[in-house]
């Protein structure tokens, strides 16, 4: 599976902004699906994740009310919406694809993913 992240850019303290991640390859509906973030100097970092059905996520305790996390299976796109951003949020964000179709987990470890996005800029003035 191919994936291509869109959406970041700059934005206010208290903001919002909609991510996109366009996957190629039907088999992407069997995945579950996540958002990683990583900061300038800083480790990658879990987001959320979502399954495959789309009925179940998780999120890192720092974006719980804050981010969503949806999928249009129908249209091979996964998205995060972002809500009341705050500086802490700027970071690069990646979408990624788990690595076992079909699956009822919500992986949130980096190495439970088969493929990556590019990444897009998120960056967050205050």
């Known amino acids: 599976v191919q994936l291509q992240a869109s959406g970041g850019g700059l934005v206010q303290a208290g903001g919002s902004l909609r991510l996109s991640c366009s996957a190629s390859?039907?088999?992407?509906?069997?995945?579950?699906v996540g958002w990683f973030r990583q900061a300038l100097g800083k480790e990658r970092e879990f987001v959320a994740t979502?399954?495959?059905?789309?009925?179940?996520?998780k999120y890192v305790d720092s974006v719980k009310g804050r981010f969503t996390i949806s999928r249009d299976n129908a249209e091979n796109t996964v998205y995060l919406q972002m809500n009341s951003l705050i500086p802490e949020d700027t970071a690069v964000y990646y979408c990624?694809?788990?690595?076992?179709?079909?699956?009822?987990?919500?992986?949130?470890?980096?190495?439970?993913?088969?493929?990556w996005g590019q990444g897009t800029l998120v960056t967050v003035s205050s």
């Open positions: 990624a694809a788990g690595r076992v179709p079909l699956s009822t987990m919500l992986p949130t470890s980096e190495y439970e993913y088969r493929d």
């Open positions: 390859g039907s088999n992407f509906r069997r995945d579950a």
């Open positions: 979502l399954n495959w059905r789309g009925g179940s996520t």
